[in-house]
């Protein structure tokens, strides 16, 4: 059973920064691309970022450049590392990983 589990949101000042782990067990994850999604109140869930097996990356334009997604395959682990955060950030953030979704981790960015 495939299960992942986010963790490090929270609340964070404008231009301050946080970083997110989601925790994968279950399945072969190192073989498999590893993302980040996010959701604002009252909107769609967005891409934030991919990485693959290989470690190569996508970012949505929003994030570039203040974003970073990593992953540690022993670990089964993907990370994001978010710097300079607005409160246009300010989102649940779901994992996902061979099409399983996280429980989401709350993060909030006070201007």
């Known amino acids: 059973q495939v299960q992942l589990v986010e963790s490090g949101g929270g609340l964070v000042q404008v231009g301050g920064s946080l970083r997110l782990s989601c925790a994968a067990s279950?399945?072969?994850?190192?073989?498999?691309?590893m993302a980040w999604y996010r959701q604002a109140p009252g909107k769609q869930r967005d891409h934030v970022a991919t990485?693959?097996?290989?470690?190569?990356?996508v970012y949505a334009d929003s994030v570039k450049g203040r974003f970073t997604i990593s992953r540690d395959n022993a670990k089964n682990t993907v990370y994001l590392q978010m710097n300079s955060l607005k409160p246009e950030d300010t989102a649940v953030y779901y994992c996902?990983?061979?099409?399983?979704w996280g429980q989401g981790t709350q993060v909030t960015v006070s201007s």
């Open positions: 996902w990983a061979i099409g399983h």
């Open positions: 279950g399945s072969t994850f190192s073989t498999n691309s």
């Open positions: 990485i693959t097996r290989d470690g190569n990356s």
